[in-house]
Nanobody, 123 residues
Framework: QVQLVESGGGLVQAGDSLRLSCAASGLTFSRYAMGWFRQAPGNEREFVAAISWESGTTYYADSVKGRFTISRDNAKNTVYLQMNRLKPEDTAIYYC????????????????WGQGTQVTVSS
């Protein structure tokens, strides 16, 4: 059974940093692209970042480019999202997801999803 478990969310002030982690089990992690998505109350789920199998390619949403960094450790079956210079508009539930393709921004392409971790940024 595939499990993706996010951690690292919390309440921070604008300008602070957080690092989210997503631990995967039940799949061959190194064969999956990994992505981070977020959903704020009243909003649709939106793409944040994605990373290819071997970390050679990364994608970012324009809203987080230059502030967020996605990385992965295939030996630990874990993907990370380093979030710097956080803004109130980054407040959302953050989800990690796994996809069998090389890399994609498209949520519908992802095969497995975690339960999410709340990130709240106060002004």
């Amino acid at each position: 059974q595939v499990q993706l478990v996010e951690s690292g969310g919390g309440l921070v002030q604008a300008g602070d940093s957080l690092r989210l982690s997503c631990a995967a089990s039940g799949l061959t992690f190194s064969r999956y692209a990994m992505g981070w998505f977020r959903q704020a109350p009243g909003n649709e789920r939106e793409f944040v970042a994605a990373i290819s199998w071997e970390s050679g390619t990364t994608y970012y949403a324009d809203s987080v480019k230059g502030r967020f960094t996605i990385s992965r450790d295939n030996a630990k079956n874990t993907v990370y999202l380093q979030m710097n210079r956080l803004k109130p508009e980054d407040t959302a539930i953050y989800y990690c997801a796994a996809d069998r393709s090389y890399i994609t921004r498209v949520a519908e392409r992802y095969d497995f999803w975690g339960q999410g971790t709340q990130v709240t940024v106060s002004s």
